[in-house]
């Protein structure tokens, strides 16, 4: 594996366990009324879509389980779309999507060292 993929890797797995931090002991309802929390999570979904969007076509051809494109389709969306987050979406993603993703995340980087 090339040493920035895992670099970026690194950088995702890093991301997401702050996400996953940050949100456990709330709920969606606290998402809501948490301007604070909600931007915190925005941002480093928007730092775990740019790291994805640089990861190599080897590492996502050898790793295809990782939703590679859906990271960085979010961060574009996040970026562009700041106006309008549909807190639902960004909920799901926070408390189903992130913390399997960081276990896949976590057996990559183990690998590699």
């Not at 709920?27 to 979904?45: F, G, K, T």
């Not at 939703?67 to 779309?81: D, E, I, T």
Request: net charge negative.
């Amino acid at each position: 594996m090339r040493r920035s993929d895992l670099i970026l890797l690194h950088q995702i797995t890093d991301a997401v366990n702050e996400a996953v931090g940050f949100t456990k002991d709330y709920s969606r309802q606290e998402l809501s009324s948490n301007r604070m929390l909600q931007l915190a999570a925005v941002r480093l979904l928007e730092i775990i879509g740019e790291a994805a969007a640089g990861i190599s076509r080897d590492c996502r051809t050898t790793y295809p389980d990782i939703a590679w494109h859906k990271m960085a389709g979010m961060k574009q969306r996040l970026a562009r779309g700041y106006f309008d987050i549909d807190l639902d979406v960004l909920w799901q993603t926070l408390s189903g999507d992130l913390p399997p993703l960081l276990g896949q995340l976590e057996r990559i980087t183990s690998e590699e060292k």
